[in-house]
């Protein structure tokens, strides 16, 4: 089954090899070519790395079902980049996120942002990224095949050149394409797995685990409140600044990789490689119902499955119980397909990290601002060689990945603040490169202060870090030299983002005010967000034989889809 699965990833590299040498738009975004349902699921497959089932159970263990809202949270954000920001990324007709800021910002801040973000984000946060999901994998291997370590290592290793090689050579089409292969077998090996362990007779199908566990384990919601009330029954409970932490401050607030408010890294070169603006849009609606509603539902099974199978795993050790009901619950044929699957995994994450930060470094660095009038061969080559260089850092990283793991930690919540200026640059023309370089700097600052001096922890510490860099970023806004007119009347001839935040630009470049009705955009951003959660809670309530509720749910769901669907068709975010 691995070698079968090995074999069609060679295939389909091979095939798209010629169409990728013939310019950096096809090696970076596919000649702008993707129909929004690889597109859409490329983005899919890039999340589903080889350590987020083993994130998932380590939650479910800890928490209840409930614990899944420490990343839930982020629909909002998701659906907010499909309806506001999909159809502007197509439309900017950029290569990269990165390259956005020289045609959005002007001067020598804007050059120096944008290859510090090419380097910052493409090497050294990308690196760390992959870093970690080769050391995930090492631990699923280990525990499945228990060799020796130095022997995982090499096989790792072997894993992620082989994915630099494929990467190489195929570039976005080859990456996309596998991308979509292996996200099937990846959530078939899933789903075989839940089946197989809901067969297993200590467990009893889904009434025996329903049986074998307390009820509040299968709890959907978090109780919100205070703490003691609900411990005494069980519940995940948390307190209402915490809630409220989540919900309405970090998934706009927060920069995360992959979850970037506004859209941003992979997740923006997969809307700029869509065909057109309408399969950018339904790639992204794709992307936020397949990544909440669909992906986490066989997770789930098994991590509650392993809290039955192996009660006696130590705090720390729960997200091996995924991995253990792998080798303890298939027989090798279906091991085989399950190891293929996690194989799947990581690899499509690999070679998508791989192809964009060769995009950061290639576009947004090497062609910027060392070699400017090579020819495309000699671009696509260097990028060639950038995605093995990036190949050879990050498992180098493989052997000290426990030392920058908290530092890991530091930089995701040292993004508080950032979001706010990543959404607001496309539709307030005041905000300038020195916004964005202040959003990213203040935030650190912001954290010492909240955790070393007020002695406030996360997710509590959002409140004041995002307050201090929004006083922070705003300051410097006002008080450095707006980004030049003409840039600012390109800017928005290229990309027409409409809004109030342009009224001033529009009136003195003489352009017709006929964007996007934002208060559209918004409604349909809110009949989105609703959609995902009740798409999630539907499918939810089906699997665990809550079948009324399930129907219900799943047939306001339906209804939704049909009026987004009515709706976008119609043109109902347009200007009037």
């Known amino acids: 089954m691995i070698l079968l699965y090995f074999a069609v990833i060679l295939a389909i590299c091979l095939y798209y090899s010629r169409r990728a040498g013939r310019s950096t738009e096809e090696f970076f975004l596919s000649g702008r070519r993707l129909p929004w349902w690889i597109a859409g699921t490329a983005m899919v497959a890039t999340t589903f790395a080889a350590d987020t089932p083993l994130a998932v159970t380590e939650l479910v263990a800890e928490k209840g079902i409930a614990g899944n809202w420490l990343w839930w949270n982020m629909v909002a954000g998701s659906v907010l980049t499909v309806f506001f920001f999909a159809r502007l990324w197509r439309r900017a007709g950029i290569m990269t996120d990165v390259e956005f800021i020289e045609i959005r910002y002007s001067g020598r801040p804007a050059a120096f942002l944008r290859g510090f973000k090419a380097l910052y984000l493409g090497v050294f946060m990308n690196c760390v990224i992959m870093g970690w999901v080769n050391v995930a994998l090492a631990e699923i291997l280990g525990v499945i095949f228990a060799v020796d370590d130095v022997y995982i290592l090499y096989t790792v290793m072997a894993c992620m050149l082989l994915v630099g090689a494929y990467s190489a050579v195929a570039g976005q089409w080859g990456v996309a394409v596998t991308d979509f292969f292996q996200f099937i077998i990846a959530m078939t090996g899933c789903i075989v797995l839940a089946v197989r362990v809901l067969d297993m007779p200590a467990i ?111 705090a720390d050790g729960k997200k091996t119980g995924f991995i253990l009901a792998m080798k303890d619950c298939l027989p090798p044929g279906l091991l085989g397909l399950v190891v293929a699957a996690f194989l799947a995994a990581y690899m499509s994450t690999i070679s998508t990290h791989l192809n964009w930060g060769s995009s950061y470094l290639i576009n947004d660095f090497y062609r910027r601002f060392i070699v400017r009038d090579a020819s495309e061969r000699h671009y696509v080559v260097a990028s060639r060689l950038s995605t093995i260089g990036l190949v050879v850092i990050s498992s180098l990283l493989i052997l000290v990945i426990k030392s920058i793991s908290g530092a890991w930690a530091f930089i995701i919540e040292c993004g508080a603040g950032l979001g ?7 539709y307030w023309w005041r905000i300038n490169a020195w916004s ?141």
């Open 420 to 426: 706010l200026v990543l959404i607001l640059r496309w």
């Open 204 to 314: 009893g199908g889904i009434a025996g685990l329903k049986a074998a566990l307390p009820p509040h384990v299968f709890s959907f919601f978090p109780g919100v409140g205070s703490a003691g009330s609900y411990a005494a029954q069980g519940i995940m409970s948390i307190s209402f600044s915490a809630f409220l932490a989540h919900m309405a401050v970090q998934w706009w607030a927060s920069w995360y990789p992959g979850a970037e408010p506004g859209g941003g890294g992979y997740v923006a070169q997969k809307m700029m490689a869509a065909r057109d603006e309408r399969h950018s849009l339904l790639a992204t609606m794709w992307f936020s119902i397949a990544h909440y509603a669909l992906r986490p539902w066989p997770w789930i099974i098994v991590a509650l499955a392993s809290l039955v199978l192996y009660p006696d795993l130590p």
């Open 436 to 576: 964005e370089i202040a959003a990213m700097i203040a935030p650190f600052a912001g954290f010492m202060l909240a955790r070393f001096v007020l002695g406030v922890v996360f997710p509590e510490s959002l409140f004041f870090i995002v307050a201090f860099t929004t006083a922070i970023w705003l300051t410097a806004t006002f008080i450095s030299k707006p980004t030049d007119q003409n840039t600012l009347a390109a800017f928005y001839r290229r990309v027409y983002p409409g809004g109030p935040g342009w009224k001033l630009i529009r009136r003195a470049a003489g352009i017709a005010d006929d964007g996007p009705s934002l208060l559209g955009l918004a409604a349909n951003w809110l009949i989105g967000i609703l959609l995902v959660y009740l798409s999630l809670f539907a499918i939810g309530n089906i699997v665990f034989g809550e079948y009324g509720e399930g129907l219900v749910l799943s047939a306001v769901a339906v209804f939704l889809f049909a009026l987004l669907a009515w709706r976008i068709g119609k043109g109902e975010d347009r200007a009037a």
